[in-house]
């Protein structure tokens, strides 16, 4: 059989088997015994190369490379060289002889696609300025394993980002209601809020936006924040600024329901869009977050580099 190659560029590539992957991964991180014995990636090598630092995907795609049999190979930008003196499709054809899949961690997210265009290899984005589809696969397997009646929305409360764009798309595609609260002139990219209210539409799920934190978190489920200013955005002044009055703190989530959700794809900034109080409380899954990322990649990784194996093993459970 013939399969066409799959890029993950942001979550809803993904769109119809999303459910699927989310689920499978929850068989994997509880199945000991199926975990054990499937090496799907066995005899593969899978390249990571990264122009940002990282600690949870650096190692969460080392270790689950390693588990499902595969070698995995970090390449960090300082050390190749792409965007010295080669270019992004020279990279990827070359990479593409050598390696059965690639991850990328990047600043443009045209790169991302640059390269999964130019690769014959399967690529996943592994962060662009855009997009972070293996942060909301994680995140969405966090909220399936903790809560599978989701007692109220989504809601977002910071900067209009990368992490909030996946989110928005993997929600809606999940069922899930998700509403956000940026600052004025934060809000996420137009044509993405287009893209989850389309899916919305299709599976019952509202988006929703306001520049209101209280409206955002009153009454949510979940309530989810990330830092004010990405990497590669240090250089935009009086960002900072922008977010008095979106610190996730204990007046805030007072707002929620009592058994709400704190999530956070970390590293967070203690003190500044979280306090203490709210992410080391007993609402807090954001180590569970850190750890889907491996499971969830592990997930993704079998579909799109061994869809034979992926195929198989659906089957099965
Ligand atoms: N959440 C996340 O992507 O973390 P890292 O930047 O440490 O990889
Ligand atoms: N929005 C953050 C996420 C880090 C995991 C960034 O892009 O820096």
Redesign the pocket.
Known sequence: MNYEKKDLMAIDDFKDDLPEIINWAINLKNDDEMADGFKPLEGMTIGSIYE?PST??RVSFEVGVNKLGGQPLTLLSNDIQLGKSESVSDTAAVLSRYLDGITYRCFKHSDAQLLAKSASVPVINA?S?MH?PC?AAADLMAITENKKDLNGHISWVG?G???LHDLLLAGVILGHDVKYATPEGMEPNQEVVDRAVEIGNKTGAKVVATNDPIEAVSDAGVIYT??FV????EHLENKFEAFQGFQVNEELVSNANDNYLFMH???AHRGEEVTDGVIDSKNSIVFDQAENRMWAQMSLLTYMCNPIAWEAYRDLY
């Open positions: 940002k949870r995907t962060l300025d972070h942060q900067d980002n990368n992490v990330d830092i990405s990497m590669g955005e794809c970390l590293p």
